[in-house]
Each structure stands twice: as structure tokens, then as C-alpha cells.
Nanobody, 119 residues
Framework: QVQLVESGGGLVQPGGSLRLSCAAS????????MGWYRQAPGKQRELVAS???????NYADSVKGRFTISRDNAKNTVYLQTNSLKPEDTAVYSC?????????????WGQGTQVTVSS
């Protein structure tokens, strides 16, 4: 069982930055694929960025060059550095942990953290 707790959201002006954190409890964190998703009001949830257990990263086109995902396995934490924020980045950002082991899929979600970009 893995519990995920996000933090770091808030209100920021356009062009500003926020660093989101997702702290994971439980063991084997380093073996999990980790992803940051977001969902804006009236829209479907979308994948923003992901990082594999080996450190390979992937980004949505809308955030490439502005967001950076990273992980610190010693701290059981994954980060999302968000720069040059735009109003359209406003959403609830949630952390996801996923692992396939012995034919079973282990999939966990955090409760989310609100990011609001507005002047």
C-alpha cells in the first residue's frame, strides 16, 4: 500500500513558478512509475509529466520547456517544478504511482493540490 500526499500548490501570477511535491509512504518507491496529472473544471484529467523508475521523463506538449519532473528516491518524493505559469495551467494537480508486479497492477493517487494562475 502506498499513500501519496501532494503539497506546494497555491495562487501565483502569470509568469510565476511553483514547486509541487508528492511524498510517498510505503516501500519500494524507487520501483514505481510516477506521474503528475491535472484536471481543470469541466475538462478531462490529463497527464502533465511522468518519470520512470530509471529516471526517463515525458511531458505533455503544453508544458514542455516550462515544467520539470524529478524524483528523490532517498526521500520517497517526486517533484514538479512549474515555471512560466499561464492561466490555462490552473487545475488540481494530482500525483500517481504505478507499478506492475507479478501480473498485478498497483495504482495509487494522491488527493491533489490546487494551482491557480491569475493576476
Amino acid at each position: 500500500q502506498v499513500q501519496l500526499v501532494e503539497s506546494g500548490g497555491g495562487l501565483v501570477q502569470p509568469g510565476g513558478s511553483l514547486r509541487l511535491s508528492c511524498a510517498a509512504s510505503g516501500s519500494m518507491f524507487s520501483t514505481y512509475y510516477m506521474g503528475w496529472y491535472r484536471q481543470a473544471p469541466g475538462k478531462q484529467r490529463e497527464l502533465v509529466a511522468s518519470i520512470t523508475s530509471g529516471g526517463s521523463t515525458n511531458y505533455a506538449d503544453s508544458v514542455k520547456g516550462r515544467f520539470t519532473i524529478s524524483r528523490d528516491n532517498a526521500k520517497n518524493t517526486v517533484y514538479l517544478q512549474t515555471n512560466s505559469l499561464k492561466p490555462e495551467d490552473t487545475a488540481v494537480y494530482s500525483c500517481n504511482a504505478r507499478r506492475v508486479y507479478s501480473g498485478s497492477i498497483y495504482n495509487y493517487w494522491g488527493q491533489g493540490t490546487q494551482v491557480t494562475v491569475s493576476s
